[in-house]
């Protein structure tokens, strides 16, 4: 029981450092108007700013940290790189141009590559395979929990230095008002790197074993693990990428949506956003984990992976009209079920991977799963309605309209790919954990 207990607190902790990683991320999503004024730049350049800038190191630092998580301590490594974003972040706040503001959201994508694939690797050892889904769903509220603090702390934040487009700060001098948010958010998280290092390390459990011993995988070995679950992982990891492309394109976009076609004011949207995906996501997370674990108990396998299937249907019947609603009080009622539906595959689809391969390899498909997903939704979620809205509709307050034909295209893709997976998964799941005969 005390050792259950202990679990939950580490699940809690690094839920914690993740949501702080979301804060980091999704600011820059409120200051758009801003920076776009200061730096001169139009929506396609922000978007670069969002997306690829950080999801260029984000996504390829993210292999080597796995490796390295997958033999060394990996609770120190979460606090190293908890310590490295932060300071990034903060230094979002002296960027004089798009390109130094660019590197800036660099060095905070090498800083967040590493928290992922340690935690998933942490909590698989924490918890069983049937239970892991749940876990992961609870770790992934930090999504939802960093998200809704970026957007109502960072949006009553922005509206209150709205009046004050210059203020002076030390060693920086007098700069635009909205460099002071980074700091803001920047400089606290260093006090996250503690909280991770009040997690224990726990002892790795299923490991791959050469001659009855546990032993570290070559990358000829390594490679050859992952080849033989090459569906599966190319199914759950592409699957995902769709659906991301609809999240990250819902937070960096449908703020937008509120100011520009409903005319309310950044303060107002963050608030109300906030206030609405917060409980409908950590809602939709637990329901996600729930649905996978009593599934597996009943003889369903492929529980983790199914979740995937009501999601990308909920997407395609409540968020891709939300963004067409006339007032934007209809456009939030369909936003909360929608966002129930499109989070509740996020814990289930990372633990899928992790039940299928041995301990040494937890990390690194981990951190390969981001790497293929983030390249592609990192960069493609805040990009293709900036495309839509630049160059199809060509008018700022269309992008509503732009949002909702990115996610009627991700939302089918996320749809067909799922399906497809279920049946390699079923196969792979089975040669790790062979049924037992009595």
Sequence with gaps: MRNHRYAWYATLALMLCYALSFVDRQILGLLVPQIKADLGINDTGVSLLQGFSFALFYAFMGLPLGRIADSTNRRNLIAICIML?????????????????????MGVGIGEAGLNPAAFSILSDYFSKERLGAA???????????????????????????????ITLPFLGTVASWRLTFLIIGLPGLLFALLALT???????????????????????????LGGRWKSVAGISLGFVFQAICNYGFTNWVPMYLVRAHGWSIGATGRALGLVILPFGCFGLYCGGYLSERWQRRGMIDGPVRVAIPGAIGILLFLVPAMLMPTAGWALALIGPGFFFMVLPMGTSSAALQVIVPNQLRAQVGALYLFILNLGALTLGPLLPALFTDYLFKEPAMVGRSIALTMSIAGTFMLVVFRITMRPYRDDYLKMHPPQIP
């Design 136 to 166: 992961l769903s609870v770790f992934y509220m930090g999504n939802l929990l960093g998200s809704s603090l970026a957007l109502i702390v960072g949006g009553t934040a922005v509206q209150a230095l709205a009046g004050k487009p210059e």
């Design 85 to 105: 974003w932060s300071l990034f972040t903060a230094a979002c706040a002296g960027a004089r141009s798009f390109a130094s503001l660019f590197f800036s959201r």
């Design 199 to 225: 997690v224990k390390e726990p002892p790795r459990k299923n490991m791959a074993l050469t001659s009855g011993v546990p032993t570290r995988l070559n990358l000829v070995e390594t490679f050859k693990e």
